[in-house]
C-alpha cells in the first residue's frame, strides 16, 4: 500500500529553523540568539528537551511549563518542523517506508527551484522490537556494484537535525510518544514496555563514516536518557570500511558496529566494494580487532550477501571463517535482492544454508536476513531507486506530451 502525502510543491520559501533534532548545544544557542541571561539558559533547554524528544511535542504552545512569553517567542523565532512525508508505503510484511524531503540547508537552495533533497527510511516490526533503518546522506559515493542505492549520485551529508528527524517522523507516526495513539492495524508492536522504535540501523542510503560527526552528535541525542533514551547497544551504524574512522566511532560514541564485508578475497572485493581498494580486508579486519569495547557481549556484525555463483561456495565460507577467527562477530547472510539490469543473482536457498551451516559449525551466529519490504523497495540496497526511476518516466512523459 503506498499513501502520497505531498503532491508537487512550488519551491520552498525562507522558514523560521526547526529546534526539533537539534542538540543541546544548538538549542542553548538558540536561546543565547533571544537574548536570555546564561543563568536561565539550562533549565529552558533542558524544558524544551523534554517536550521535543520526551513528549513529541509538536508545537510551543504545548510546552506547559514554559512561560507564556516565551513560548510566543519561541513561535516567532522558531519552530518544531520535521522532515515531510511525501511518501508512506506499507508492505504486506508490515514493513514501512517513508519518502521524506528535507528543508534547504542554504540561502542557495531556498531561492532555487528545488522542492528540497529527498531521502529514504524504513521501519521493520517485529514481535518484541521495532528497527528503524536511517539514512546519513542523500545519495552515496561508494559505487557498489550490487547495491542500486549505489548508483545515485552523492548529493550531500545529511546534518544530525535531518538525521534524528528521521527518527521523530517515525515515532510521531507509529504513536511512539507518550499519550500518542499507535496504529491499530497490528503491524506495531504493542505491550507494556515494548516500544514501536527500539533500535536504530544506519544502513539506509550513504555511508556513515564519511558523515562521521553528524552521526556521532545524533546518536548521542538519541541516546540521551532524558528525551529519546534510545540504549547505544541498541544502535549500529554499518560500514563497508572506512578504517581510518572506525576506532574514532567506538572511542567517541561506542555503538554496535556493522562490516559490509561481502567477499573473503581483495580481488573480488574491489568489484563489489570499490572501496576495498583504498582499505583492504586486512587493514579493515585490524581495526574491527581493534573496535573499542569488541567483545562476545558487543560483537561486531559482518554482513554478507549471498550472490549466485560469486562469492557463494564453501571454500569462501571456510575463508570467511578463517579471516574472522578472533574477532567477536556475527555473520548475517543476506539474500540478494534483484533490480532491474543488476549484474547477480540470489544464491540458491541450498546454497545459502550449506554457506550458514559451515560458518554455523565454526562457532559463529549466521542468520539469514529474511528479505523485508520487497514488495515496496524497502529491501537492502533498494532505498529510493524506484522513487528515482518512476519521476524520471514521469519527466519523460511529460517531455512527449508538450511536443
Known sequence: MTVSLSPAAPAPSVANPSLAGKTRAEIADAMRALGLPEREIRMRVSQIWHWIYFRGARDFSEMLNV?????????????????EIV?????????????LRLAPVDALDIHSKSLGAEVECVYIPESDRGTLCVSSQVGCTLNCSF?????????????????????????????????????????VPTGDGVRAVSNIVFMGMGEPLYNIDNVMAAIDVMADG???SLSKRRITVSTSGVVPQIERLGADCGPALAISLHAVRDDLRNALVPLNKKYPIEELLQACRDYPGVSNARRITFEYVMLKGVNDSPAEARELVRLLKGIPAKINLIPFNPWPGAPYECSDWETIERFSDIVFNAGYASPVRTPRGRDILAACGQLKSETEKLRARARLAAQDAAE
Open 226 to 228: 532524558d528525551g529519546l
Open 147 to 187: 547495491c542500486h542505492t549505489g548508483t545515485q549520485k552523492l548529493v550531500r551529508n545529511l546534518t544530525t537535525a535531518e538525521i534524528v528527524g528521521q527518527l521523530l517522523v517515525a515515532r510521531q507516526r507509529l504513536g511512539d510518544f507518550p499519550d500518542r495513539e499507535r496504529p491499530t492495524d497490528g503491524l
Open 67 to 83: 512561560s507564556k512569553v516565551l513560548r510566543q517567542t519561541l513561535d516567532s523565532a522558531f519552530d518544531l518542523r520535521l522532515p
Open 87 to 99: 511518501e508512506d508505503q506499507v508492505s504486506h510484511d508490515g514493513t514501512r517506508k517513508w519518502l
